[in-house]
Structure formats: structure tokens, C-alpha cells
């Protein structure tokens, strides 16, 4: 049995170097409040599958990552609603989704007063992928 290197392309890693592992550290070690709560619930696993917080992935760190999914989950504070901010998500989100990534995104704000819905909708994301990926596998 032949091992995927885990930093190249389709990698669980895919291209991170050792400064975005660095900050990701960092990052884990100050969540918010909103990311904190979210991680109490995925921390235990939706739909049976793994999730990473603070996850390197080429020169980006997602929030939140299922690798068996391929699904990123951002929690975006009030920052992220200033323009250049704003822009910025955009780009980054394009390029991800272009390597085959979904990426959904919720407001802290969500996240701390609507985390049922936040929990729903994430299951309904998992559900999709892994049926496509089933679909896409048996044809």
C-alpha cells in the first residue's frame, strides 16, 4: 500500500509550509468564542467524520476541515465585513473551491445564538458531498 504524500495537491495538507503550521498553532491556542463552540460539537464528530481546527491547507488555515469531505467551515467575526476583508474571502474561497474544496460560512453571531441551524446546515453540506462523492464513484 502506497501513502499520499500529505502536502501535495489532494494531500490533507496540500502544500502548507512550515510558517502557516506556526500560526495554525496560534490560531488554535485563541479561537473565539464562536469558534469555540462550534469545535465542542464538531470535535465529536458529525456523521462520523473527523474535524481538524485550524487547519493548514497550501498558504491558507481553515477554521474548521473535513478531510473525508472536503469541506471547509469559516466563522467570520465582524472584521470580515470590511471591504478589503471581504474581498480578500472572495478570492481566497474561489481559489479553495477551485482545488475541489467546499467552504461554507457563518457570522460568529450565528454560531452563538442560531447553533442549531449552524449544526443543520452542516449536516446538510456533509450529506451532499459524501452522495455526490458515492454517485460519482459508482458511475
Not at 500500500?1 to 489532494?10: A, F, H, I, S
Not at 473535513?66 to 472572495?90: F, M, N, T, Y
Not at 453540506?125 to 462523492?133: D, H, L, P, V
Given at each position: 500500500?502506497?501513502?499520499?504524500?500529505?502536502?501535495?495537491?489532494?494531500g490533507?495538507?496540500?502544500?502548507?509550509?512550515?510558517?502557516?503550521?506556526?500560526?495554525?498553532?496560534?490560531?488554535?491556542?485563541?479561537?473565539?468564542?464562536?469558534?469555540?463552540?462550534?469545535?465542542?460539537?464538531?470535535?465529536?464528530?458529525?456523521?462520523?467524520?473527523?474535524?481538524?481546527?485550524?487547519?493548514?491547507?497550501?498558504v491558507?488555515?481553515?477554521?474548521?476541515?473535513?478531510?473525508?469531505?472536503?469541506?471547509?467551515?469559516?466563522?467570520?467575526?465582524?472584521?470580515?465585513?470590511?471591504?478589503?476583508?471581504?474581498?480578500?474571502?472572495?478570492?481566497?474561497?474561489?481559489?479553495?473551491?477551485?482545488?475541489?474544496y467546499?467552504?461554507?460560512?457563518?457570522?460568529?453571531?450565528?454560531?452563538?445564538?442560531?447553533?442549531?441551524?449552524?449544526?443543520?446546515?452542516?449536516e446538510?453540506?456533509?450529506?451532499?458531498?459524501?452522495?455526490?462523492?458515492?454517485?460519482?464513484?459508482?458511475?
Open positions: 500500500m502506497t501513502l499520499k504524500n500529505p502536502y501535495k495537491q489532494g490533507i495538507f496540500e502544500g502548507a509550509s512550515h510558517l502557516i503550521f506556526q500560526s495554525a498553532k496560534e490560531l488554535r491556542e485563541n479561537m473565539t468564542a464562536g469558534e469555540t463552540i462550534l469545535w465542542m460539537y464538531l470535535k465529536n464528530k458529525i456523521g462520523g467524520l473527523k474535524f481538524r481546527r485550524q487547519h493548514p491547507i497550501g491558507y488555515i481553515a477554521d474548521f476541515y473535513c478531510h473525508k469531505a472536503k469541506l471547509i467551515i469559516e466563522i467570520d467575526s465582524s472584521i470580515h465585513d470590511l471591504p478589503g476583508i471581504r474581498q480578500k474571502d472572495e478570492i481566497r474561497q474561489k481559489e479553495l473551491e477551485g482545488w475541489g467546499e467552504v461554507i460560512r457563518f457570522s460568529n453571531e450565528q454560531v452563538l445564538t442560531q447553533i442549531e441551524t449552524v449544526l443543520e446546515t452542516i446538510k453540506a456533509i450529506a451532499k458531498k459524501i452522495f455526490t462523492k458515492q454517485q460519482n464513484t459508482s458511475s
